[in-house]
């Protein structure tokens, strides 16, 4: 018997290794005994910045960046649920100064998204994604007082290679959704379906291409392979309530992936676990707040694809800014969503608020 449980610890030390060295690990924020002068433990209620890139093939590594997704993930105390909190990319909100080494910002206002853009200005690599992500945590808590005790990046382009290893995604299509970025033509040929313009109101108005079909994802449980799934996650533009359902449909689809990697399929089968581990490490950049991430896998073992909830803020839908149109505004049920998060009180805020759980 001793020999056995020996074994089964040694197997555990082996995978949780294998796991967490696969995972690309980097300096994102000031770390939690930093931020607030204590002794950083896996106890307590946990808050994760998650911030989803995209960034265009080929792009000059010294040019901002914007995030394309930004996802607060609180797990209560109790560790046993999760819940993935978006805030829209276009919240008009003050950036608070920063000075990264090579460029200072006096402070201001601007689009949420250009938080991260402007604390990695003049920076590249490592250090680009240190000072944006650390702007933007900064950003959230001037704001919100919101404070995070890890964060990660995803790529949302690497993520493909992630799907790509698990042969496809499977998950329900809430809406049906057009393409802007792939079409094909009456000979299957794929060619761009719309040609995109400013349309002088922050908007983009959308051209259709004769003779082009866009790919086009129908409502139900769909099967998506690798290039599909990539693409759905990407479209916002021909959406009724535009980020809100892209934000909606990213939070879906990082659920799914969630729920297909703990699946038995993958979990029982070495080799793949492992192309898995390593597909994901190279999609993912995360800083661990100085907490180890086998603590973190452990502590969060009782979480599962079914109580990783996906929450919606204004609602799911446009909520104009009153300083400028042209923007967003939290409403303020997202505002005391927020302030639950805050005092780590979101179960109970979430019971008495269910109609803003996505389905």
């Known amino acids: 018997m001793m020999m056995v449980a020996g074994s089964a610890f040694v197997a555990k030390d082996l995978v949780l290794g294998y796991a967490t060295g696969s995972v690309k690990q980097e300096d994102l924020i000031v770390p939690a005994a930093e931020q607030q002068g204590r002794h950083v ?26 995030s394309d997704s930004i996802i607060i993930l609180h797990i209560p105390a109790s560790h046993d649920q999760a819940y993935l909190v978006s805030i829209p990319r276009d919240t008009w909100v003050k950036i608070p100064k920063f000075d990264n080494g090579r460029k200072s910002y006096p402070g201001g206002h601007d689009k949420i998204n250009g938080a991260f853009a402007v604390g990695g200005l003049g920076t ?22 919101v404070t995070f005790d890890a964060a990660a990046i995803i ?34 040929n794929t060619k761009v379906p719309y040609i995109q313009r400013d349309n002088g109101r922050g908007g983009t108005e959308l051209i259709p291409i004769a003779g082009v079909t866009p790919q086009t994802y129908r409502v139900g449980f769909q099967h998506l392979e690798p290039w599909q799934a990539l693409d759905y996650v990407r479209q916002r533009e021909t959406l009724p309530n535009s980020d809100y359902d892209r934000q ?35 999609s993912m950049t995360i800083d661990s707040g100085g907490i180890g991430l086998d603590d973190w896998i452990f502590a969060m073992k009782g979480i599962s694809g079914e109580n990783l909830l996906t929450i919606k803020t204004n609602n799911g839908t446009f909520y ?40």
């Open 124 to 145: 590249t690599g490592k250090e680009q994604r240190k000072f944006g992500v650390t702007l933007l945590a900064d950003t959230i808590k001037e704001n919100w007082g």
């Open 248 to 282: 909606r449909h990213q939070q879906q689809f990082i659920k799914a992936l969630f729920k297909q990697i703990l699946s038995k399929d993958v979990l029982t089968d070495p080799g793949k676990l492992k192309k898995v581990l390593d597909v994901i490490g190279q």
């Open 41 to 66: 433990t896996i106890s307590g209620a946990k808050n994760i910045l998650l911030m989803g890139i995209d960034p265009r093939p080929g792009q000059d590594p010294s040019e901002a960046i914007r």
């Open 155 to 188: 790529d949302f382009t690497g993520f493909q290679n992630v799907v790509n290893v698990l042969g496809g995604v499977d998950m329900y299509v809430d809406q049906e959704v057009k393409s802007v970025h792939i079409g094909h033509d009456a000979k299957g």
């Open 320 to 359: 104009s800014s009153s300083e400028n149109p042209g923007a967003e505004a939290l409403d303020p049920t997202t505002l005391d969503l927020l302030a639950a998060i805050k005092g780590n009180t979101v179960q109970s805020f979430m019971q008495e608020h269910t109609n803003l759980i996505s389905s």
